[in-house]
């Protein structure tokens, strides 16, 4: 099964707003709600920021919103701060008892 | 507090094999779906197997089918991977996480490097 494709990356100012796309099919992001985002700074392991499209797990700031329509799902992050610079990546169950991630995109904060 | 410990990582030639573990603590392990999610240096998050509270349901990326397996000890709080038949493609950092809300990994570990090069 294919990666879930990202753009390589975005950028914005301090207090602005980016969204990252996640592209997938019918089969995996269009087919299910079990599309989770993951932060992750350099040398560290991933984060959890939002499950189930759209949910936020505890301890993560309300500056971190998920959505989806059809076969594509996206991440919001509002406000944007310095320590949001990082490597974001999608999931999504990809029927057949398989995940899959998206290849990643890189937040660069201006 | 959640932990995850993961270990036996390093340098094996192609061919060979490895043993990688996880240790869990602050939780109760046998309740969870455990992954481990491997990624290559520079690059992006795979995932590469999972494993159901009781051992009984295992499921494998189909790149490491039949030569990664999967197990957990549930009195020993242990989530492990042995890897065998390894080949340059392997290389990566390898996380177990815990699958703790629907559809998602809420805890991970640190990661172990497992570098296959003749």
């Known amino acids: 099964q294919s990666a879930l494709t990202q753009p390589r990356s975005v950028s914005g100012s301090p207090g602005q707003s980016v969204t990252i796309s996640c592209t997938g099919t019918s089969s995996d992001v269009g087919g299910y709600n079990y599309v989770s985002w993951y932060q992750q700074h350099p040398g560290k392991a991933p984060k959890l920021v939002i499950y189930?499209?759209?949910k936020r797990p505890s301890g993560v700031p309300d500056r971190f919103s998920g959505s989806k329509s059809g076969n594509t799902a996206s991440l919001t992050v509002s406000g944007l701060q310095a320590e949001d610079e990082a490597d974001y990546y999608c999931?999504?169950?990809?029927?057949?008892?398989?995940?899959?991630f998206g290849g990643g995109t890189k937040v660069t904060v201006l | 507090e959640v932990h995850l410990v993961e270990s036996g990582g390093g340098l094996v030639q192609p061919g060979g094999s490895l043993r990688l573990c996880c240790a869990a603590?602050?939780?109760?392990?046998?309740?969870?779906?455990m992954m481990w999610v491997r990624q290559a240096p520079g690059k992006g998050l795979e995932w590469v197997a999972n494993i159901d509270g009781d051992g009984s349901e295992k499921n494998y990326v189909d790149s490491v089918k039949g030569r990664f397996t999967i197990s957990r000890d549930n009195a020993k709080n242990s989530l492990c991977l042995q890897l065998n038949g390894l080949r340059a493609e392997d290389s990566a950092v390898y996380y177990c996480a815990r699958d703790g809300l629907p559809g998602a990994r809420d805890y991970w570990g640190q990661g172990t490097l497992v570098t296959v090069s003749s």
């Open positions: 189930e499209v759209n």
């Open positions: 999931s999504s169950y990809g029927g057949n008892k398989n995940w899959i």
């Open positions: 603590s602050g939780f109760t392990f046998s309740n969870h779906w």
